[in-house]
């Protein structure tokens, strides 16, 4: 880490906007991932206390300490309790309060997911506010840094749909995350399942590496006419963020210096605008995910990005995309 972040503090700006409250509702936290090092409070605290004024956070799955025995189907619980003691930690110290959990469970469980959700529940200690069960599946992962590993056809599973559905009917959230080419079969699972809340991460992934490499204005227009369907199902909202992933082709990881904002707005305003165009603020939340995007970019110039983007906005709808989108979504208080 002692090293990536040196290669990060090559570019350092002023914060713009310092005062802004932010609510970012999509990070990670691990003791060990297939990136190679930790990620914890202290890790997070380092970012987020990086000069934007980031009050309250949302911890996304990520497969972290996971139950090593016990009921296969129980054993995402333990990520929940991991997170939960952090997220403790956080809310008795200075800085961001990890203020949401969304956990992991699979949604094909049928009259086994009330039980899992129960323990999520339990174990999240008033955290727990829903399940990413992520549909990402490629048929060709080559070149790929973090494929996703859900089976084909998911999305077309009945019982993952009526999971989806009893998510709903409990008051809890579903998040996903998939690549572009599968967001017209999601807008079918949102319109299979109109009474849950539903939140599409980082874009639908609009791939630009391995087959997809050299391609991105034809998969531009691919990705448009994927969110524009899925933006028509008024229960889907949109975390604006995670294109600074390697697998979104930008090569920034790759370079001896990482990019500026104005590099970071100049490559990606045209996805941000045409989503909000598409949802409006009022169904908009940028998100970090971090430290999956920090591979590619430091925290306060991700933001400085994000501020330049909306700088055009009223006061009203950015309120919304920095903090009241993301606060009424996951039902967290003021």
């Known amino acids: 880490m002692s090293d990536h972040q040196q290669w990060l503090d090559q570019v350092r700006e002023e914060i713009i906007d310092p005062a802004r409250p932010i609510i970012d509702p999509h990070h990670h936290l691990w003791r060990e991932s297939r990136l190679g090092w930790p990620y914890l409070l202290e890790d997070l605290r380092a970012d987020t206390g990086g000069g934007h004024n980031i009050v309250k956070t949302v911890f996304l799955e990520c497969h972290a300490e996971y139950l090593s025995e016990g009921p296969e189907h129980l054993r995402p619980v333990g990520e929940t309790t991991f997170v939960a003691g952090i997220a403790e930690a956080s809310a008795a110290s200075d800085g961001a309060e990890i203020a949401g959990i969304v956990s992991r469970a699979d949604l094909r469980l049928g009259a086994q ?18 399940i990413r069960h992520a549909g ?27 999971g989806v559905r009893r998510l709903g009917e409990r008051g809890y959230t579903y998040d996903t995350w998939h690549y572009h080419f599968q967001n017209e079969d999601f807008a079918q699972v949102a319109r299979a399942a109109p ?60 370079r001896d210096r990482p990019p500026t904002s104005d590099e970071f707005v100049e490559a990606q305003r045209p996805y941000y605008l045409h989503m909000i165009e598409l949802f409006g603020p009022e169904r908009c939340m940028f998100e970090s995910n971090f430290p999956v995007d920090r591979l590619s970019l430091s925290y306060p110039v991700l933001w400085n990005g994000l501020k330049k983007i909306a700088a055009g906005f009223s006061e009203d709808e950015k309120q919304l995309l920095f903090h009241d989108t993301a606060a009424r979504i996951y039902g967290l208080a003021s």
């Open 136 to 162: 990402a599946c490629t048929p060709d992962p080559t070149g790929m840094l973090i494929p996703g590993g859900a089976p084909k056809g998911l999305y077309a599973d009945e019982a993952f749909r009526a």
């Open 195 to 254: 009474d849950t809340t539903m939140i599409l991460d980082h874009f639908g992934t609009p791939l630009g590496v391995g087959a997809w490499a050299g391609k991105r204005d034809a998969i531009f227009d691919e990705w448009k006419k994927g969110v524009e369907a899925v933006a028509a199902c008024d229960n889907v909202v949109a975390k604006l963020g995670g294109l600074a992933m390697p697998d979104n082709g930008f090569g920034w990881n790759g």
């Open 113 to 130: 997911l009330d039980e899992v959700l129960d323990a999520h529940e339990q174990a999240g200690g008033g955290r727990f506010r829903g």
